[in-house]
Nanobody, 126 residues
Framework: QVQLVESGGGLVQPGGSLRLSCAAS????????IAWFRQAPGKEREDVSC????????YYADSVKGRFTVSRHNANNTGYLQMNSLKTEDTAVYYC???????????????????WGKGTLVTVSS
């Protein structure tokens, strides 16, 4: 079965850090971009970040730029999202997704995603 499974979410205080993982099974991520999305309660889904299949190109929403870092380790078939300096506004369910192809289509990401994880909850609260 083709699956993406997020992990690493949890409760963290403002200013803290979390590292989310996106583990793929049933297929290799080598030929897929890895994208991260989030959805806060009562809000629309937001594009957060994306990394090309090679790992050489990355993209970030303005709201997280400078605080989040997307990466991948193809040997582990896993993508990562390092989140630093977390704010209460970052509270959301975070989803990873994989889209076949070498490059991210930033600005139109959701349309190109072939597989989605079920999400992991990140709560930033004091």
């Amino acid at each position: 079965q083709v699956q993406l499974v997020e992990s690493g979410g949890g409760l963290v205080q403002p200013g803290g850090s979390l590292r989310l993982s996106c583990a793929a099974s049933g297929f290799t991520l080598d030929y897929y971009v890895i994208a991260w999305f989030r959805q806060a309660p009562g809000k629309e889904r937001e594009d957060v970040s994306c990394i090309s299949s090679s790992g050489r190109s990355t993209y970030y929403a303005d709201s997280v730029k400078g605080r989040f870092t997307v990466s991948r380790h193809n040997a582990n078939n896993t993508g990562y999202l390092q989140m630093n300096s977390l704010k209460t506004e970052d509270t959301a369910v975070y989803y990873c997704a994989a889209g076949v192809g070498p490059e991210c289509r930033w600005g139109d990401m959701g349309y190109g995603m072939n597989y989605w994880g079920k999400g992991t909850l990140v709560t930033v609260s004091s």
